[in-house]
Each structure stands twice: as structure tokens, then as C-alpha cells.
């Protein structure tokens, strides 16, 4: 066998390592693996649409570079039948990366006792659509900026912290989109604490007495570097959920930079501005539920790590191209972009067993409590994907 062809089969077989367990036998459970003939097992198959999701090469050019691999023999239309059988499959494997190389962090290792996780969502659009056709839900831990859970939706579910598995020690962030009764009732119920940036009129607030809470009014008393902090409650059905608002007065050149947004964006859109909402994009917003022993300072220095999210579509559409759609069926372009998602998975779970130094090339056995402490470390890591920064990349606190 040719030297090449070894190296192949090798490094296929760190592929497959990094997978999570029983992913052979949930193939078949999920029945990506229908059509057999064209494989000879389930590793044949997610080779051949890793080859199509991963690279982005045409069904057409997957085939024939199957097929040249000895990978499978299968025409093109034949691929877009397994890859529509394999959606349910590639979200699996997809999670389960997640889920198995870049664990949970013990908010005890955390600070204040919490776990952060930041939510957002990213659209995809398929070819000669004019608005969203997909809405991809993905949330990271901060303190190792890996991913932590991924939901791909159409375009009628919005954003929401419902979207997510909610823990108790969690800390989840989110930008207004994520600022609604609904959702944060949601972390709530589930042990959590929230810190959203919101609007003047986002939440119906109201004060420790049930009277309406001027949120304008209260703003206007700020003076430059001043930090407001006020206990408010907002209304969930017949529930009242307590919290915090935490503002701070944006420098002149942020907060004017913000208003020519607004009024460019209500102009092409035909809409007048209301004078409210320009007053209040001078100043900075969060609601969170955090207590008054975390200062509203560190609220808001907290809530500046949300532009990590963006940081990781950015690159996730630059590097592997996940905002480029092929097709408009919704199955196969459901089950190509849990495909990317599964291959940026993979980058970082590499990454992950590349920082562990193996003179023979692989990790042996499973992991114990001696090869954490004592040959792991517990350095935090820092992988290529979703960001290749070292730090908290700055950004300025109206990002």
C-alpha cells in the first residue's frame, strides 16, 4: 500500500476518535443509513459528506472524489438522498463533539460561582432567497470560548433563551433580542441568572412599590462615567421576575455614531424615529438578575465578552463558508449546515487533543483523574475555532 494512502487511513482514524461514543449504532437509529449499498458502514458515509459539508465541493465532485478514495461508488443525485437522511445524524455528532471534548466548566472555576454562556443567532440564506431562510441558535462557554450547544431552526422561530439547556450555576447573555419575559423565565426556571442588553422600551418595568419605572427619566440623571444600578421587576404572565438595570452614558462619539445608525436604518426602512429612542442610544442598557454582590461595573464589563459570539460567525462564514447555501431543498440544506457545524466541531476537538503532547500521536485509553492534574494541566484552552486569540478580544462597550 502506497505511503499516502496509510497517512489517509490514519488520519481518518483521528477522525474517528474524536467522535462521540455509539455514533456508529446512532446512525443506524436515526436511519441516516438506509441506502447501503454505495458504504460499507457508517464511517464510509460521514467521510463522503464531510467531503461535500466540510469543503463545499458540488454533489457532482463529491461523488467522483469519493469514489477516486475508494471511499464509495455512488452517483450525485444518490448523495443528495443520503444527505437528506442524514440531518438528524450530523446534529448528533454535532452536539456530541461538543458535548464530549469541551465539557461544562465547574462554576466553581468560575468567577462568582458562575458558569457564563453567551446565545445569539446567526441566518443563512439559501440561493435567490431575499430574506432569512435559516436561523442557526449557538451558544459558547466563555471562560474556554467553546462551543456549547447548537439548534438549527427556519425562519419562524425567533431568538430566545428557550432555544438552549439551561443549568443551575449558568450565567447566559444575550443581546435585545434575547431581552423577553418568556426567555428569561426560562433560565430562571431552569437555575440560571440572565444579563441582556435591552432598550428603553424592551421591558415593561416596574419599581419595589408595582409603579411604572421611568427608565428615561432615571438615565437622564447619569453624568459621564457614571455607572446607574436600579431593582426593578418585570412582569411573566401573573409573575413579577426581580432584577437589575445597569446603564452607563456613552462617550459623544458613540452615542452619535449610534443615532446616524438608527436614522439611516428607520430611513431605508421608511419608519420615523421616535425622539425616545435617540435619547436612549446615548447610554449603554443591560437587565440582569444577577444580586448586588457583583457590582454594576463588572454587569457591564461582563457583557462586553458578548462580542466573542460575533467574533465566532465571522469566522465560522469567512474560514468554513457557512453562509453560503447550495440547494433549496430544506432537509439536505438543514443537513449541510449541521455538516459545517460538525466540521468546526471537529477543528476545535482537535485543536483540543493538539495542545496534549503525544510523542506516538494519539491519546491511549480514557481519561483519568492523574492525566487531568498531573499531565493535562488546567490551563484553559484556547482553540482555533471558534476564535485564535489568546484573550478577551477588546471592543468598545457599545459593541
Not at 447555501?325 to 476537538?349: D, F, T, V
Amino acid at each position: 500500500m502506497h505511503i499516502d494512502d496509510l497517512l489517509f487511513k490514519e488520519d481518518w482514524a483521528v477522525i474517528e476518535s474524536l467522535l462521540p461514543e455509539g455514533w456508529q449504532e446512532k446512525c443506524k437509529e436515526l436511519k441516516a443509513y438506509q441506502l447501503k449499498r454505495a458504504f460499507d458502514g457508517p464511517g464510509s458515509l460521514l467521510r463522503t459528506l464531510l467531503i461535500h459539508c466540510a469543503q463545499g465541493h458540488s454533489y457532482r465532485v463529491t461523488a467522483a472524489l469519493a469514489e477516486e478514495g475508494e471511499i464509495a461508488t455512488l452517483s450525485d443525485v444518490a448523495l443528495t438522498k443520503r444527505l437528506r437522511l442524514g440531518s438528524d445524524w450530523l446534529r448528533w455528532l454535532s452536539n456530541g463533539v461538543a458535548q464530549r471534548w469541551f465539557p461544562r466548566q465547574d462554576p466553581r472555576d468560575c468567577a462568582a460561582n458562575l458558569c457564563v454562556k453567551v446565545a445569539d443567532a446567526t441566518t443563512v440564506q439559501e440561493p435567490g432567497s431575499k430574506g432569512t431562510s435559516w436561523r442557526i441558535h449557538y451558544s459558547l462557554e466563555l471562560s474556554s470560548l467553546h462551543c456549547n450547544e447548537i439548534t438549527i431552526t427556519g425562519k419562524e422561530r425567533g431568538e430566545s433563551f428557550k432555544n438552549f439547556t439551561v443549568e443551575e450555576g449558568d450565567l447566559w447573555i444575550g443581546d435585545r433580542g434575547y431581552g423577553k419575559p418568556a426567555g428569561i423565565d426560562h433560565v430562571i426556571s431552569g437555575g440560571g441568572d440572565v444579563l441582556v442588553r435591552i432598550g428603553w422600551n424592551s421591558l415593561k418595568l416596574c419599581d419595589e412599590q408595582g409603579q411604572n419605572f421611568d427608565l428615561l427619566k432615571q438615565l437622564r440623571l447619569l453624568g459621564l462615567h457614571e455607572v446607574g444600578d436600579w431593582r426593578v421587576f418585570i412582569a411573566h404572565g401573573k409573575d413579577l421576575i426581580a432584577g437589575r438595570i445597569c446603564a452607563v452614558r456613552k462617550s459623544v462619539a458613540a452615542a452619535n455614531r449610534e443615532r446616524k445608525r438608527i436614522l439611516k436604518e428607520n430611513s431605508k426602512k421608511g419608519r420615523q424615529t421616535n425622539p425616545k429612542t435617540l435619547e436612549a442610544a446615548g447610554y449603554t442598557i443591560v437587565f440582569t438578575t444577577l444580586d448586588q454582590s457583583i457590582p454594576a461595573e463588572t454587569v457591564l464589563t461582563i457583557y462586553r465578552a458578548r462580542w466573542q459570539i460575533e467574533l465566532t460567525f465571522k469566522r465560522l462564514k469567512s474560514l468554513l463558508g457557512l453562509g453560503h447555501l447550495h440547494n433549496q431543498n430544506s432537509e439536505s440544506a438543514k443537513a449541510w449546515l449541521y455538516g459545517k457545524l460538525l466540521a468546526a466541531c471537529l477543528i476545535e476537538a482537535l485543536a483540543v487533543v493538539a495542545e496534549r503532547f503525544f510523542p506516538w500521536g494519539y491519546p491511549l485509553g480514557e481519561k483519568t483523574a492523574f492525566m487531568e492534574k498531573h499531565l493535562e494541566g488546567d490551563r484553559p484552552h484556547v482553540p482555533i475555532l471558534p476564535t485564535g486569540h489568546n484573550a478577551v478580544e477588546q471592543s468598545p462597550l457599545t459593541a
